[in-house]
């Protein structure tokens, strides 16, 4: 289908901004046809199936008006090919927006080797990877592209498979020092070879260090961030130092451990945030999260899944750090798991919040709550989950 669609005579071709590669090539994919090993790479099979769609795609790439594309997303359950990231770089060097996810096989060592510097690349999405190449490859990335990317989106697949893969690769003796030991590793020793370029003086590199003034902190000017089973342990430090805290205004963070630390260092720059939109899967008691809500205003977008609340009063001191953002939030969803929403926080939301989008799911005490009030909830759209 792909190559009948490279048919020279197609034209529309040239109109082409973005490209998205969705599928699952495994099982019945890889049946009946020989996989192709390379040599020198270690457990790196590809199904023919998978090679050849990279050839057609390096193919597209080439055909497209040389910088038109703007976005390239793989989403696809084994790992994406160097040879069309070459093919990105060399004819698609404007593009804004790289969206990888990796299935866990090995990336080609030859592609941490590569160069990957982009003229304008703003949003950087690395997905699933739990692999030492993977890792190193996602550095190279922000080493070379830091400067101008705005939105990062980060997510690990398996920590533990990532540990074995680093220690095989360089030795347990990189898990020792910093709250970090070779029987309890945490991500910080990866975070730091991921971001290295960051974490450099810019007097060490003399002139290359560009327009940053000698001795001012490296810092990637992110509006948007989103972490996803990252183990955040002892990782506040280091976030708040490379991520210029100020420009951020959208956060996410979904099954990432010791989340409290990274809440806690942002709540201690309660005058300085500007974030708009926070999502937060929540899966410790809500103190740090209440201590962050309620450290800064200006809040817009409101998403919160709460899985640890034990009591009513818990789930009450969470629904008044909401309410400290009344003059501006407009989208709140609260998924309270099995624990009640009472008739007097629907109340206060009804008279004290002017929502566009109200979401809520949890127990039900009163069969009456959502028209507790003569007059219905103020907002566009209203979800109710009541179990």
């Known amino acids: 289908m792909l190559s ?11 109109h082409i901004r973005r490209i998205t590669v969705r599928g699952h090539w495994n099982g019945g994919y890889q049946q009946g046809s020989e996989p192709i090993h390379r040599a020198g790479i270690k457990n790196d099979i590809f199904s023919p199936a998978v090679v050849n769609t ?11 008006p040389r910088g038109a594309l703007e976005h390239f997303i793989w989403d696809v359950d084994v790992s994406f090919s160097w040879r069309v990231m070459e093919k990105l770089m060399k004819y698609q060097p404007n593009i804004q927006s790289l969206d990888l996810y990796d299935g866990n096989y090995t990336f080609d060592r030859q592609w941490s080797e590569s160069t990957f510097r982009f003229a304008n690349l703003k949003n950087l999405c690395w997905q699933n990877f739990a692999r030492y190449d993977s890792m190193m490859s996602f550095g190279r990335l922000i080493d070379l592209n830091w400067q101008t990317i705005t939105a ?3 997510s690990l697949s398996n920590f533990e498979q ?3 893969d680093m220690i095989c690769h360089d030795g347990a003796s990189i898990f020792n020092g910093e709250g970090s030991t070779e029987e309890s590793p945490t991500f910080l020793p990866i975070a730091k070879r991921i971001f290295k370029k960051l974490l450099e003086k810019p007097e060490d590199e003399g002139a290359s260090s560009g327009s940053l003034v000698p001795g001012r902190k490296r810092q990637m000017k992110l509006k948007d961030l989103a972490l996803w089973d990252i183990p955040l342990a002892d990782m506040a430090p280091l976030l708040t130092q490379i991520i210029d805290v100020p420009s951020l205004t959208y956060l996410t963070m979904r099954g990432c451990s010791s989340a409290d630390q990274l809440l806690n260092a942002l709540a201690g720059k309660g005058d300085s945030l500007n974030i708009k939109t926070f999502d937060m899967q929540y899966k410790t008691q809500p103190q740090g999260l209440v201590q962050f809500v ?10 919160l899944l709460l899985e640890c609340i034990e009591n ?3 789930l009450q001191n969470v629904f008044d750090s909401v309410f400290h953002h009344a003059d501006s939030l407009r989208r709140l969803v609260i998924d309270a798991k099995e624990h009640y929403l009472s008739a007097e926080n629907i109340a206060r939301i009804r008279s004290d919040l002017k929502l ?9 005490a009163d069969p009456d709550w959502v028209s507790f009030s003569p007059s219905p909830i103020p907002c566009a759209e209203l979800t109710t989950n009541r179990r």
């Open 54 to 64: 990279c050839l057609l795609l390096g193919i597209l790439l080439e055909r497209i």
């Open 294 to 303: 309620q450290s800064f205003k200006g809040l817009k977008n409101l998403y």
């Open 152 to 154: 990062l989106t980060f």
């Open 312 to 314: 009513a009063e818990e």
């Open 4 to 14: 009948c669609f490279l048919y020279e005579h197609n034209s529309g071709i040239e």
């Open 356 to 364: 566009w989008e109200l979401g809520l799911c949890g127990e039900n």
């Open 162 to 164: 990532l540990v074995e």
